[in-house]
């Protein structure tokens, strides 16, 4: 009776908010009236002053002017009456949502979690069952035990439709922003910069249309128009120029290409920032006030947002929520990219774009760029509109092959700069590439491995191991913990190799405990924990996991994993992932790249699995190894990695090293809820705030990287 009554008070302030809704539009329609009879009454003014005399058509042509500039403004209220009218719809369909299904699922959902979870502990939930954790008894009711929906069919473009129209700016939020605005004592302004060739008009007035509707009004347009040969270019242009004075046109008499363009239009900017901007691209209209609204925060020296695509008729798809700054990924692609605003200052002391990279000078730019500065920030808004023109990039990322050469030379020019010693490769898919790093002499390796009987699963490892690792500075460290079978004693009295260790581990299982006893003893620089389940299927795996972890910004390096069946056990760890952490891309097909190629990819994530996670021995012990005694079977490796991230060190996840796992073949799956309640305490602010390299528009409901907006039930 009290959640019904709750729901009656929702429903009478959705009643509210309609009437209001319905009163705006009403308002908006007679302001639209207004305005259409202002327009006849121009035009009425514009004949009578024709007919008077042929001295005044100085002043008509003004006039002219002033229509179409009414003509736009009145254009602008119809969208506008249009987007009302949606939102008028969208709370109507909300409302019922609430009324029919939502609310009442919520209430018997909980009703039946409160149950379950004081007849069964979570150790014996049925299979196919996941515990959402939250922070504790009091926010339970926000996270929920919902069956993990692995044969859902997730409708990636509905979802984002739904997405657009939960998310499009409202009149409202226009209001709020004017009043933010007013309120802000830093008002920088923002020059964007357009070089502009041969664009069709109907894109270059829209391009010109969106940043005229920023709501953020302290902007400067400067474009250059590089020789285009269209003869509605520099009419558009100069027209433009004449009616708004923030907009500066500079007119190369001869193509010169994207660069000097580029450079051109830059030296007409004034603002203390400035972002970049396609001819045939938009803004959306909140974009400067979002970047704006950023830089009150922290005076920032770079800062990107997600974007989307959009169609020759105006339809938005294949949406890219970014994490935030990831140096690793950005070797690997540039996942920038749009929409991205500079401190000017530093771009003139690099002296704008380069030429010789044409293609990828945006590429080269933010590499020369992040050289120079660690104040960058991410918006996780999509604020940028990339046209999808035929031939254009948007459209196919073949459609320029330069631009791949490009990036490769801007990537091995970084090389240099930043005293990298390695190459430069082609990665696993178009647009990517691997650096790949320079090992300086040979570091000896200990591998740790745990066992515990499962004499079959360790030979298979061993064997894999000896037989297939090209690498040869390193040694075994076999950590027995009370194993009982006659086979696994003979079996490690017929090993006969010289750098394999036997470690007797006495005790009930502490994973935690066994790797740290084994540290103490490795002889070597480098650890690697791994399970004794894991198998070798590559020879280079070793390298490819070494040439990162020696590096002194680095703390942990973890493989992709894959099962048997060659889909993915482990491509990185997400924090907050089905509640408490887990991994991304789960069960993808081995050679799937992911969602926006991050599967196949060398890339910073928060946390990396500790089946195969090597880190220095000096930093292991130096943090004092993994938790033996809050965390002694899980979570262990997650806490390790956060505990790295805390002390300034990168976790780096590489697909370049690739082996087997046959998870849970030895210990089983088993979840204790007390290492459960003490991760959640400790690491309650990431848990909170959301993992850094995982964007906050994507589900935690399931390993898909598909949008928030589809989960059922949202925390």
């Known amino acids: 009776e009290k959640k019904i009554k709750e729901l009656n008070v929702t429903v009478e302030d959705k009643n509210h908010k309609l009437v209001q809704l319905v009163q705006k539009f009403e308002q908006l329609k007679s302001r639209y009236d207004q305005k259409e009879e202002l327009l006849i009454s121009l035009k009425n003014e514009l004949r009578e002053k024709e007919e008077k005399n042929s001295l005044l058509r100085e002043h008509v042509l003004n006039k002219e002017n002033l229509l179409e500039k009414q003509s736009d403004e009145i254009l602008t209220l119809k969208q506008r009456l249009q987007e009302v009218e949606i939102e008028l719809h969208n709370h109507h369909v909300e409302l019922i949502k609430v009324i029919n299904s939502r609310a009442w699922k919520a209430i018997m959902t909980y009703g039946k979690i409160k149950n379950t979870l004081i007849t069964k502990p979570v150790a014996n939930l049925k299979k196919g069952t996941k515990i959402l954790f939250n922070f504790g008894p ?6 929920v035990l919902k069956k993990i929906k692995s044969k859902r069919n997730i409708d990636f473009e509905n979802d984002f439709k739904k997405y657009i129209a939960l998310n499009s700016p409202t009149s409202t939020d226009f209001i709020l922003s004017q009043k933010d605005i007013a309120n802000w004592e830093y008002k920088p302004v923002v020059s964007l910069i357009v070089p502009v060739y041969n664009v069709e008009n109907e894109f270059l007035k829209k391009m010109l249309h969106s940043v005229q509707k920023q709501w953020y009004d302290k902007w400067e347009l400067c474009v250059c128009d590089d020789g285009s040969t269209m003869e509605h270019i520099k009419p558009t242009l100069r027209k433009m120029e004449s009616l708004d004075s923030r907009v500066k046109v500079f007119f190369r008499k001869q193509n010169g290409g994207i ?28 974009a400067l006030y979002e970047v704006v609204k950023t830089l009150q925060e922290k005076k920032y020296d770079l800062i990107y947002s997600d974007e989307d695509k959009m169609s020759i008729a105006g339809e938005r798809s294949e949406p890219y929520f970014k994490p935030e700054y990831s140096p690793d990924l950005l070797l690997s692609t540039n996942y920038i990219n749009h929409f991205s605003v500079y401190r000017k200052k530093l771009i003139d002391e690099l002296k704008g774009l380069r030429e010789g990279y044409e293609g990828s000078q945006d590429y080269d730019l933010l590499l020369r760029f992040t050289e120079k500065t ?11 509109h990339w046209r999808k023109v035929p031939g254009s990039a948007a459209e196919s990322i073949n459609a320029k092959p330069i631009a791949w050469v490009s990036a490769k030379k801007a990537l091995n020019e970084a090389l240099k700069r930043r005293e990298i010693k390695g190459e430069v490769l082609d990665g696993f898919w178009t647009g990517s590439f691997r650096v790949k790093r320079e090992i300086k002499g040979s570091p000896r390796v200990s591998i740790i491995i745990p066992f515990k009987d499962k004499t079959n699963l360790l030979k298979r490892a061993l064997s894999s191991i000896f037989e297939k690792t090209k690498y040869e500075n390193f040694e ?7 194993s009982e079978t006659l086979e696994m004693e003979e079996y490690l009295k017929s090993i006969k190799h010289s750098n394999v260790k036997i470690i007797e581990f006495q005790g009930e299982f502490n994973y935690s405990a066994i790797n740290n006893l084994a540290a103490i003893h490795a002889t070597g620089e480098i650890l690697l924990l791994l399970n004794n389940d894991v198998e070798v299927i590559q020879s280079d795996w070793l390298e490819a996991m070494l040439e990162h972890a020696v590096r002194p910004d680095v703390g942990a390096v973890g493989p992709k994993l894959l099962y048997p069946n060659n889909t993915v056990q482990h491509a990185g760890a997400v924090i907050g992932l ?7 891309f789960y069960k993808y097909a081995g050679d799937d790249h992911g969602y926006y190629g991050l599967a196949n990819a060398i890339r910073n994530v ?11 021995k000096d930093v292991f012990l130096k943090l004092g190894g993994l938790d033996q005694n809050n965390l002694k079977v899980g979570f262990n490796d997650m806490d390790y990695c956060l505990r790295l991230r805390e002390k300034g060190y990168s976790i780096i996840y590489t697909p370049y090293a690739k082996l087997y796992h046959h998870e849970h073949a030895t210990r089983g799956k088993k979840i204790d809820p007390e290492e459960v309640k003490f991760f959640q305490r400790k690491h309650r602010a990431i848990l909170k705030n959301g993992d850094p ?10 390993m898909d990287y598909s949008l928030r907006i589809s989960d059922s039930i949202q925390g």
């Open 606 to 616: 928060s946390a990396v699995t500790g089946a195969c996670l090597m880190t220095r």
């Open 693 to 702: 390299y995982y964007n906050p528009n994507l589900t935690l409901e399931r």
């Open 259 to 286: 660069v000097k363009a580029s450079n051109d239009a830059l030296k007409l900017a004034s603002g203390a920032y400035v972002g970049f901007l396609d001819n045939d691209d938009e803004l959306a209209p909140e």
């Open 374 to 384: 660690n104040a960058i920030k991410h918006i996780p808004k999509i604020l940028y």
């Open 138 to 143: 009091k926010e339970f009711g926000r996270r």
């Open 578 to 584: 089905m509640g408490l952490a887990n991994h991304s």
């Open 476 to 482: 075994i460290l076999l950590v027995n913990n009370a």
